[in-house]
């Protein structure tokens, strides 16, 4: 996990993590449920809006939508700080998402996306 952390240092990222693939259903339960969860945007199709739009967006029969909570925006330094609040970034994102373990690191300034899979217990034996 460290060589991960590394790599990010320098940029400014957006830690992602999917809650919903192929999601066909109601988005009012969506925006309710991101609303109870605490946080304030999510990406719909790979477009960052802010959780009370979802209710904006009209459905059409038979669209998929894929959504992830956007669990925190943060620049990567090379720092102690960074580095607890990006931990606990990526604990509230595991607790969050969808159960896959799947995370994602959006490149602020590039869009540039990596996704990592992480565990837990990694993330737990990661901080020794």
Do not use: C
């Amino acid at each position: 996990m460290i060589e991960v952390y590394n790599f990010l240092v320098g940029k400014r990222i957006i830690i992602l993590t999917p809650k919903w693939r192929s999601f066909a259903g109601n988005l009012n339960s969506v925006s309710d449920v991101i609303d109870n969860l605490g946080f304030s945007q999510v990406r719909v199709n790979g477009k960052i809006i802010d959780s009370d739009r979802i209710k904006d967006i009209n459905l059409i029969s038979g669209f998929l939508y894929n959504i992830d909570i956007a669990v925190d925006r943060i620049t990567i330094a090379n720092d102690l700080k960074t580095m607890t609040e990006f931990v606990r970034s990526l604990q509230v994102a595991l607790k969050n998402g969808d159960g896959t373990n799947e995370l994602i690191f959006l490149d602020f300034d590039t869009k540039e996306e990596f996704r990592y899979h992480l565990t837990e217990d990694v993330l737990r034996k990661a901080l020794g």
